[in-house]
């Protein structure tokens, strides 16, 4: 079984490499390799050709600045992009692989590296030039180190590291690694008490993430003026329209519902016994703490999906939203392994 499960490793990479040259960079994939070629020329986020300087104020500074370590080495090209892309994959697998293999052994370990080479959202995602899998690596790291940080404690140093990154990964959900350490502290509170508060390493991870996500947070002040603290001038829009008509908004969350229950059901329909006995047997933390990110990142999901309805109209039942939960479907592959 090994053998075969790698060679389903070794399908899914090659098939991104058969399909390096059928599908363009595009969209959101796009723009954000523009902005990798700006801040390897100018070392920030500026829009080409704009009569004064003017920065981009919708996506994430992670992805874009790892474009930019492969234009500065191949020159800003489509290939370039592409070979970004690929590493990224490789890694995702490389990650997926060895934090399953920590927590589960090397033979889990291999069907969970096969699922995230085949996954077909992080196979599309990688050819069109999307951060899908950048942030599914950092979403698989963040609860890696939070399960390792249940027991022990200087993980959660790396757990702050981790969602700190993935934070700047992702401006539509990156909350969600907010809530995971949020929802990380409040477990090890349970199970360790409120001396927590005192641990060096709690400190350490909760310092780090406030470093990060803080000093950008910063930056976008000193360039947007206040209140724009926030990645995304266009989120903070749709927010506000969404806010504005309560009855599309209600009409959106409402008509979601059954889209991210066939989301959940297209990972793990064909493992609902096993998935049942995962919850029956939920008395470890550790079981219990993956299913809460699991759950609060398909709600966070459903509920940005349905703000962004309210402005764009897409269809409701719209397949592209699963990229909002794709990030989390390894904890879901751990939880039926289990």
Do not use: C
């Amino acid at each position: 079984m090994p053998h075969i499960l790698m060679a389903l490793v070794a399908v899914g990479l090659v098939l991104r490499l058969v399909t390096f040259e059928s599908w363009g960079v595009v969209y959101d994939g796009a723009v954000m390799s523009v902005m990798g070629q700006s801040f390897a020329v100018h070392g920030e986020f500026l829009v080409p050709y704009a009569a004064v300087p003017t920065y981009y104020h919708h996506y994430p500074p992670l992805y874009p600045m790892y474009l930019s370590l492969f234009y500065r080495l191949l020159g800003f090209s489509l290939f370039a992009t592409k070979v970004a892309e690929f590493v990224l994959s490789v890694a995702l697998v490389a990650v997926v692989w060895w934090t399953t293999a920590d927590l589960m052994g090397r033979r889990k370990a291999w069907y969970a590296a096969a699922f995230a080479a085949l996954e077909p959202m992080f196979l599309m995602t990688s050819l069109i030039g999307y951060s899908e899998e950048l942030v599914g690596i950092l979403f698989v790291l963040t609860a890696w180190a939070a399960v390792k940080g249940l027991r022990h404690l200087p993980y959660l140093a790396l757990a702050g590291l981790f969602a700190a990154l993935g934070f700047l990964a992702k401006a539509s959900i990156g909350w969600v690694f907010v809530v995971a350490i949020v929802l990380g502290f409040l477990w090890i509170r349970r199970v360790r008490g409120w001396w927590i508060l005192r641990d060096k390493w709690f400190l350490a991870g909760a310092g780090i993430f406030v470093l990060l996500a803080g000093g950008w947070t910063l930056r976008n002040l000193s360039v947007y003026g206040w209140p724009n603290y926030e990645t995304s001038a266009y989120l903070n829009a749709v927010y506000a329209y969404g806010f504005a008509h309560p009855a599309l908004l209600t009409e959106a969350l409402v008509a979601k519902i059954p889209l991210y229950l066939i989301f959940f059901l297209l990972y793990v329909g064909l493992f609902l016994p096993e998935v049942r006995l995962s919850r029956a047997r939920a008395r470890g933390e550790a079981t219990r703490l993956l299913w809460t990110i699991v759950g609060s990142t398909f709600v966070m999901a459903w509920i940005v999906s349905s703000f962004f309805w309210t402005v764009e109209r897409t269809p409701l039942w719209w397949w592209d939203n699963l990229r909002y939960v794709v990030v989390v479907s390894p904890l879901l592959v751990w939880l039926v392994l289990q």
